[in-house]
């Protein structure tokens, strides 16, 4: 758990950061969002002391994040950042057990993690560990960034628009791969993004910044339906809110056990599907409603057009 | 080959390689070369010398069959050939010419003329360059990697050793000269290596610190780069000559430096000369080597918890080691240079001979100072340059 209690940071004339406070709760994500320049960076940076705050206190999981020394403290957190920062002279095993190695870990324990590390990543040892960061896609890059910030089993990740650099089709596979790892690791996420949809997607909680201040933190679906007035309201007023809305929820949270008036042959949609992908297939096939299915494949009833629609507009 | 050529089929043609403009250079310079007198002959030491033809220099079978040789190669250099042929070739032009001016003493000079001197002439100087700017070219076009230029550097140099321990160019007088001077040339040389790398070790231990606080305080290399700079334009003899005093002076009051051999003229106010030369390519290289170092490695290095030392060591020199290894060579080039002046204020090394040759007028004594420091500038320049490419290439 991270509690953030009215810290500012200053930078001669510019007040980066003004008196924010929140709180993030121990295996959830927490999305910063907000235009470039609004402190999102500098208020990620001050949770592991890579700045530090000019007011107020930072505390992780209960104890004062100034009361450990920097080095040691940011040991225990991963970093991700925008362009990975691979250290381009070191291969990839090397660049995983950077972390490990600092903390003085004996090489077989460090090769045996780095070996676990690429292959949860989906990184063939055998191919990539004597590669250099150079030799990889993108995409490949992006994971050894995770994949070297979690090697010392950190239980906090901090992560600084880390799919910022992948083009759309690799971002949405490493964003669900995050979703994903958070799950099955159940680490705490806070994840600087200017891609209000990426936060949506990703984030428990979403924090809005502008001008240095947080102007609401709450769930994606508060902040959908109760977006503060303002610049929140004017940031969640796209065109685009009730597709926002629909991804949030799933064909579970939408259907009921009628009857799919569709011939036997129509495919059915699985349960865990998010509504707005759902209403995409009702619409592409043109029906009204669609049979539901359960992930082991057994009938769930159905889902229909008028019941997606209702979950789309403005929450009561 | 034209496109209609390519049309029209295949005309069964004889395959002769393509023009290349680049290699009449070379070419053109041999061939003048030819013309020029290979070796001056003189009676004696210090007698004004008479120039020799190529082909009277040499007994009339090996002229006809070198000056073939030579002008074939030359030929060829204007032709596109495979760079890996055209430095072969003119490797084997560089050996020709070395094997067939070994020649010259004994066609030029009578038995009966011990104090005869054979020198080096024009014609041999343009056919060196002729050959060597062809072997450049190919060695470049050839784009070798560092380990295997090293490698060709090593064997030429160790053919030059053979050549000379053979005695074939015995007869020559700038091995005269060398037979003259056996001890005093290798005392120098050994004077002339310590005070190049030894100025340069001391820039490195000085400068690697001061570019790395550089980097990190603009104020500072504000202040220094230009201070650095402006001892760069002072030239090598007044630097010589300021030198003198301040240390003149130091010894005069502490005679415990004086005992040290720390004096006003000799080897220390070479040597920290040379030091002051050598700190602005160091302090520079290592102050926009650690400028180019990838922001995002070093805020990773910092987000991950490495301490400053510990960046600085295992992240920020290594990525920055070409370019630093590039100022080091500077170092060395320019030290291994500037030591020949160290000379004129007692400091030693190979200048030594260079300006007794001077005042003697004998200038196969100058050569005696001047070709080992040329070869030693060119096979300095050759590691460096192959340590730079190679720390850029293979990192660690
Ligand atoms: N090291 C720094 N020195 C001076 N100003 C800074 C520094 N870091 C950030 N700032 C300023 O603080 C403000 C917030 O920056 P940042 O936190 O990077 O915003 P964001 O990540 O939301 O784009 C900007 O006005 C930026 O110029
Ligand atoms: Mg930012």
Known sequence: ?316 | MTASGAAAGRVPRARFPGFDRVGVVPAALAALALALPLVTFKPNRIAAGRGVAFWAALPPAAAAAGGLLLLLIGLAACLRVAPASRLGLALVALAALAGLVGLAPGAVALPGMPYARVSFAAGFWTLLLAFGIMAADGSARLALRPGPRVLLLGAVLLALAGLFASGWWNGLSILKEYAAHRDGFWAEAVTHGGLAFGSLFAALLVGLPLGVACARMPRLRGAALPALNVIQTIPSIAMYGLMMVPLGLLAGAVPFLGALGIRGIGAAPAGLALFLYALLPVVANTAVGLDGVPRDAVEAARGMGMGGARRLRAVELPLAAPVILTGVRIVLVQNIGLVTVAALIGGGGFGTFVFQGTSQAAIDLVLLGAVPTVVLAFTAAVLLDAAAEAAGRTPA
Request: aromatic share 4%; glycine share 10%.
């Open chain 1, 1 to 316: 758990m991270i509690e953030i209690e009215g810290v500012s940071r200053r930078f001669g004339d510019t007040l980066a950061v003004d008196d924010v406070s929140l709180r993030v709760e121990a295996g959830t994500v927490t999305a910063l969002v907000g235009a470039s320049g609004s402190g999102k960076s500098t208020l990620l940076r001050m949770i592991n002391r890579l700045i530090e705050p000019s007011a107020g206190t930072v505390r992780i999981d209960g104890r004062d994040a100034a009361s450990v020394p920097g080095e040691a403290l940011r040991r225990g957190i991963g970093y991700v950042i925008q362009g990975y920062g691979l250290f381009p002279h070191w291969t990839v095993s090397r660049n995983v057990a950077t972390v490990p190695a600092l903390l003085g870990w004996d090489r077989a324990r460090i090769a045996r993690r780095v070996d676990e590390l690429l292959r949860l990543f989906d990184l063939d040892p055998d191919v990539y560990a004597a590669k250099l960061p150079h030799e990889l896609s993108g995409g490949q890059q992006q994971r050894v960034g995770v994949a070297r910030a979690l090697a010392a089993e950190p239980k906090l990740l901090l992560m600084d628009e880390p799919f910022g650099a992948l083009d759309p089709l690799i971002r949405a596979k490493a964003q669900d791969d995050l979703v994903a790892l958070q799950r099955r690791l159940g680490i705490t996420v806070v994840l600087v993004t200017h891609d209000m949809e990426e936060a949506i997607r990703l984030g428990h909680r979403i924090g809005v910044m502008e001008r240095g201040r947080l102007l609401q933190y709450a769930p994606p679906a508060e902040l959908l339906a109760r977006p503060a007035p303002g610049y929140v309201e004017r940031l969640m007023g796209g065109a685009d809110r009730p597709f926002q809305l629909l991804s949030l929820l799933t064909v579970a949270d939408a259907r009921d056990d009628g009857p799919a008036d569709v011939g036997a042959d129509v495919a059915p949609v699985p349960e865990t599907l998010d509504l707005r992908d759902a209403l995409g297939l009702l619409l592409w096939r043109g029906v009204d409603s669609l049979p539901v299915v359960a992930a082991d494949g057994a009938p769930r009833g159905r889902l229909t057009l008028s019941a997606v629609l209702r979950r789309a507009g403005r929450p009561a």
